[in-house]
Structure formats: structure tokens, C-alpha cells
């Protein structure tokens, strides 16, 4: 027996594992409200984790995430620009140009970010939530996607490592309740509710059959 201690127990000396845990972000889960504003949505979420205000004077948040991210004629009539935000790259300079643009109007933080096409590993997931910043993915819950450009924009705010599967908790921002006719993917893929507009699902399940494709994270 290499390094022989005299037969005593060292189990102390041994590195343990990291304790199972569910780890959630109090990140509010908020619908949108056109079709295509999922983008707007979870931006809003983000922002609202963050305190960053909202740009629109009738108290409409999503409809000044989507001005200061159009400009123009949307400040006057945010649904004159009902539009998909086109790739999370675009994603990306709304988190980072929202406070920018919010500045000019009122004290605001302005939040920085990073961009992946492709999904966070487990650990980078973990690392992200533990350090209290939520992950914005583009998924593709339809077997139909372009490369690098997502369907659908949604909020990871949490993990779950108290079962054998990695899990994730994800704010979606479609209000799948309120469209019965439209098939929910994370009861499908035997995802659980968790509260309204949020959702545990497998890691697994979320990377391959939801195709998380894009990603930003490091927003702080």
C-alpha cells in the first residue's frame, strides 16, 4: 500500500463531493406579449433582476425594451414593431445597449455580457447561477432551426442537482397555458412546472431535443 499511514481512517483528508442542491435566481417569469416578443420578455426579466427601469411612460416594460432597441417610430408605437429580434447576437446588444440608451433619461446600470453559439456546459451553468447572473438561450423546440439563429428565446434562472439528471430551471417567456392547442415541449420532454412560466427539465433534454444552440451569459 503506497504511502502506508498505519491503517488509520483518513477518510477527513478526502476531497467530498459538492452537496446536491437546487439553486434558483429570483427571477420573475413574465409572459409576452405578442408572438414574437419572447426576445422582449426576457429581456424584461433580466432587466427587472437587474433594476434597471423601464423606458416606457405608460409602464409598458416590453414595449420599451422594444424602442430603445428599434428607436424611431416605436417610441411612439411600440406595436408598429411587432418583430422577432433576428439571432442572439442581436440579443446580445439589447441586454448591453439598454442602459445605455436608459441613461439618457434616467440613472441606470449598464450591463455587459458575453456571447456563445452553443449551450454552457453543466459546470459553466452552475458557475453562472452560483454567481447570481442569469443565462439568456435560444432553443429550437421544433425539429426546424437556421444555424446560429434560435426560434425562441427563454431564461435560465436555476439548476437542480438532487436528481440523477442534471436539471435545469428555465423561465419561458410563451404563455403555453393560455394556448392549449399549442403543444408544451417541457411536458413532453417530461419536464415539471415548477411555478407559472417556469420550468425544471433535464440538461439533456433541453440541449438535444430543445436545441439550446446560442447563448448569452456573464451578464453583470
Known amino acids: 500500500m503506497v504511502g502506508c499511514s498505519g491503517g488509520g481512517d483518513d477518510s ?18 413574465i409572459a409576452q ?38 428607436g424611431g417610430a416605436c417610441y411612439q408605437d411600440c406595436f408598429a414593431c411587432v418583430t422577432p429580434i433576428g439571432g442572439m447576437s ?34 459553466a451553468v452552475i458557475t453562472e447561477i452560483d454567481a447570481g447572473r442569469p443565462i439568456l438561450a435560444g432553443i429550437s423546440p421544433s425539429s426546424f432551426s437556421y444555424p446560429n439563429i434560435s426560434q425562441h428565446v427563454v431564461v435560465i434562472v436555476g439548476y437542480d442537482t438532487t436528481t440523477p439528471e442534471f436539471r435545469l430551471i428555465v423561465n419561458d417567456p410563451f404563455p403555453y397555458a393560455a394556448f392549449p392547442s399549442q403543444p408544451n415541449p417541457y411536458l413532453f420532454l417530461n419536464g415539471v412546472p415548477t411555478r407559472p412560466g417556469q420550468f425544471s427539465i433535464s440538461y439533456n433534454a433541453f440541449v438535444g431535443a430543445m436545441q439550446w444552440g446560442n447563448t448569452t451569459y456573464s451578464i453583470q
Request: with cysteine; net charge positive.
Open 33 to 70: 406579449q405578442t408572438e414574437v416578443w419572447c426576445w422582449a420578455a426576457s429581456a424584461e426579466m433580466i432587466f427587472r433582476y437587474y433594476g434597471l427601469p423601464s423606458l416606457n411612460l405608460a409602464g409598458n416594460y416590453q414595449c420599451g425594451v422594444v424602442a430603445a432597441s428599434f
Open 90 to 123: 442581436q440579443m446580445q446588444y439589447v441586454i448591453n445597449n439598454y442602459g445605455v440608451v436608459a441613461n439618457n433619461f434616467l440613472p441606470s446600470r449598464i450591463l455587459s455580457s458575453r456571447l456563445l453559439f452553443g449551450p454552457l456546459s453543466p459546470a
Open 12 to 29: 477527513s483528508s478526502s476531497p467530498s463531493a459538492p452537496a446536491a442542491k437546487v439553486q434558483v435566481l429570483p427571477v420573475q417569469p
